[in-house]
């Protein structure tokens, strides 16, 4: 036992170290403390910083010589085009939300030096290959195009020919349009065979009435004279191409006129369907038709014979059209030779207008080529959890916002309502991409194939274009080792500004890509957030139930679940929208929006905006009651040096996604589309939305909120 001495030196002991333990601990609490207040400082100071800098640049956009309530589009987006970045951009749309391409690239550009990242994936082999081509693609001349490099003529001979190069070395007995044209799709050229592939198992081909022309599409009427845009342009591509082989004056002009006299023959044909591959199947079904007795080649050219013997006469062929087609080849042998050679140079020219777009366009080439390689690289890096959360929290706060507009909305009958809150029940979500290892693997590893061709840039591009094209049709030529369910390549790309609406799968997409400014940025106030992202997402979400996908029930069966009355009283608010869309005029080419082709899209951008205004203010009623229970204050929802209120910054958000800038005949292609062109899609879509008037303060009567005649479905 211990004396009592020994048990106060024991004490005495216990209570010095128990001070001397605790002080240290508190003092490390301290630092601790202190340390993670200034990083938590430094991390409000650079959000701050950001947000100022992100508002800078929404501010630079807009035309504040312009009132919201009378030109909303302008006001928001009139000085867009003055400011945004000078790119390279193949696609023909330019607009704010599209120009996320250029983050993504510049982001492709990092991986492509990420070799520690390909070889913990073990992809560093087919990284090694994305780099070689990217490298040769930069030290290449792609401007002026080489359209007489002896790569492209030496393929061009191999598959058919070039009369105006060959000249009487040219063969016509020999030559064969339909076998020129099967070849052409391997590389990725749309002939006059215009191959698109099923997004369903087992994703065989499908073919579509091809589309004449090069940078304009050529319609009977637009060609009917020579000093026409669609005329001019056409002509000026075929001439580059022409003088490169350094041929006459008179020839060229005698090559030109031999194409233009077959388009307009071959127009004739396709103007007796009406352009549309159903009323083909629809004839040829009545008059029992035989199979067009070239397809076989096709199958054996394009698809090793893959699928020749899984389709009766009227699958999704139009055998009568190429009947008809082949009689116009025939009478034109050499023009439509001299068409399909230039349509392979066409495929093959980086069309750049000046040298300084180079690297732009050899970033975008790799970027696009090798895909499925990037995508994997850059969701390991990029996509984070807490991504993935908050765009899932929107996204089903969207959902609860449609979901409240079905059981509300009066004009529905209890039967229709019942199955329409049915199918919104089983959306299924997919944020980020769908994952399919095995397939992704597979599209992988074909990179290890591409023959890249140290002396000669146009030799490896063809090979790419080859390998390209095998990657779009990889899931139809393994179908045999791939499962029923497997989903369509686009499904598994998350590098892509895209968010998309399935109704055969009844699913909501928001690939990863998207999730860039403008659409999305974590730091963001929610008002921002949900005028973009929630915006895109809510219009995905009416997709369901616009014109098409009421024909879809909630297993993605085509099925009639509306009662006459609901389906009455649905088409007449549907007509609504083409009525108020049609009276819409272009000015730059003196035309009208077609109200009835961009319907369903209209639509959906009018109950997108609705339901994510009504998700906006439910969330912000919900964080307003947990503050107050919590006593916490709310962070703004305003953005440093905008002047605008939160709901006005929702507005300006949505209206930004749209900011575009278009060359005249960029509106001619988009007339012809189901999208709306940008800058009536904000004006309709405001001028149909009584909050947005009463936000903007917009007096009865003003162009943003004519009250008379204003279009709401949900």
């Known amino acids: 036992m211990f004396s009592n001495l020994s048990r106060l030196r024991v004490t005495i002991f216990c209570v010095i170290l128990y001070i001397l333990v605790g002080t240290y601990f508190f003092e490390c609490k301290a630092r601790s403390v202190g340390d993670s207040s200034n990083s938590e400082n430094l991390i409000k100071d650079d959000t701050e910083e950001y947000l100022k800098s ?85 030290s290449a001349v792609v401007f002026p195009f080489p359209a007489a490099d002896p790569a492209y003529l030496e393929l061009i001979r191999s598959i058919g020919g070039f009369p105006a190069v060959d000249g009487a070395a040219w ?113 040829s079904a009545k008059k029992v038709l035989p199979k067009y007795y070239q397809w076989k080649s096709y199958y054996e050219i394009a698809w090793n014979g893959l699928f020749f013997n899984r389709w009766d006469n009227t699958a999704d062929y139009c055998d009568h059209y190429y009947e008809q087609l082949e009689k116009v080849c025939s009478k034109h042998p050499e023009a439509v030779a001299n068409y399909l050679s230039m349509l392979l140079l066409y495929r093959m020219d980086a069309k750049l207008k ?24 850059y969701m390991t890096e990029n996509f984070i959890d807490r991504t993935r959360t908050e765009v899932s929290d929107i996204l089903q706060k969207l959902r609860n916002s449609r979901r409240n507009a079905l059981e509300e909305v ?130 995905e979400l009416t997709h369901p139930f616009d014109t098409k996908g009421c024909q879809f029930d909630f297993e993605g069966h085509m099925r009639n679940w509306w009662s006459m009355r609901s389906r009455a009283a649905y088409q007449e608010r ?31 951008d009018n109950g997108g905006l609705q339901g994510a205004l009504d998700a906006y203010r439910n969330h912000m009623k919900q964080l307003k009651n947990r503050s107050e229970g919590e006593n916490v204050t709310l962070e703004s929802e305003q953005i440093p040096g905008l002047d605008l209120s939160p709901e006005q910054l929702f507005f300006l958000g949505f209206a930004q996604l749209w900011c575009s800038d278009y060359e005249k005949k960029q509106y001619w292609i988009m007339l012809n589309q189901k999208y709306t062109i940008e800058k009536y899609r904000v004006l309709g879509a405001v001028s149909n939305n009584p909050d947005f008037a009463q936000v903007y303060n917009c007096p009865a009567g003003s162009p943003m909120n004519p009250q008379a005649d204003t279009c709401r479905i949900w």
């Open 54 to 138: 992100y508002g800078e640049k929404m501010k630079s956009y807009m035309n504040l010589s312009v009132a919201p309530c009378d030109d909303f589009y302008e006001y928001a987006c009139g000085n867009w085009k003055n400011v945004r970045p000078d790119r390279f951009q193949s696609n023909y749309k330019k607009n704010n939300l599209l120009d996320i391409d250029f983050t993504l690239r510049d982001e492709v550009e990092k991986l492509l030096t990420n070799t520690k990242l390909a070889q913990a994936l073990n992809d560093s082999t087919e990284l090694q290959v994305a780099q070689k081509f990217y490298n040769a693609c930069l």
């Open 354 to 377: 000046e040298e300084k777009y180079h690297k732009d366009y050899c970033l975008s080439t790799v970027q696009s080529g090798f895909a499925y390689l990037f995508d994997k690289l």
């Open 574 to 604: 549907a007509m609504c929208f083409v009525d108020h869309f049609n009276s819409y005029h272009i000015p730059e080419i003196d035309r009208n929006i077609n109200g009835k082709s961009t319907q369903d899209e209209n639509i959906a």
């Open 171 to 283: 063969n016509a007995s020999s030559f064969s349009w339909f076998n020129m044209s099967a070849h052409l799709t391997n590389l990725g050229v749309n002939g006059l065979i215009n191959e698109d592939i099923s997004p369903k198992y087992p994703f065989r081909p499908l073919l579509e009435m091809p589309v004449l022309g090069f940078d304009h599409i050529v319609q009977t009427d637009s060609i009917a004279k020579n000093t026409s845009r669609t005329y001019k342009m056409n002509e000026k591509r075929m001439q580059s191409y022409l003088q490169a082989y350094n041929l006459t004056t008179n020839m060229i002009s005698e090559v030109i006129a031999g194409v233009f006299d077959f388009w307009r023959e071959a127009l004739e044909i396709s103007n007796t369907f009406n352009g549309c591959t159903y009323k083909c199947k629809v004839i």
């Open 410 to 539: 009066e004009w529905l009958d209890p039967w229709t309502r019942r199955e329409a809150l049915l199918k919104e029940s089983t959306i299924k979500p997919v944020i980020g991409s769908y994952k399919n290892e095995e397939v992704t693997s597979g599209l992988i590893q074909e990179i290890n194939k591409l023959q890249l061709e140290d002396r000669s840039f146009p030799q490896s591009m063809i090979q790419f274009q080859k390998l390209v094209t095998r990657l779009r049709r990889f899931n139809g030529l393994h179908h045999k080792e791939l499962p029923k369910d497997t989903k369509p390549l686009k499904y598994l790309l998350g590098i892509q500004v895209k968010a998309f609406y399935s109704h055969r799968l009844n699913a909501i997409h928001v690939m990863a890509g998207t999730l860039h400014p403008p659409v999305y940025h974590p730091e963001w106030p929610s008002s921002l957030k949900f005028g973009t992202l929630g915006f895109l997402v809510g219009h």
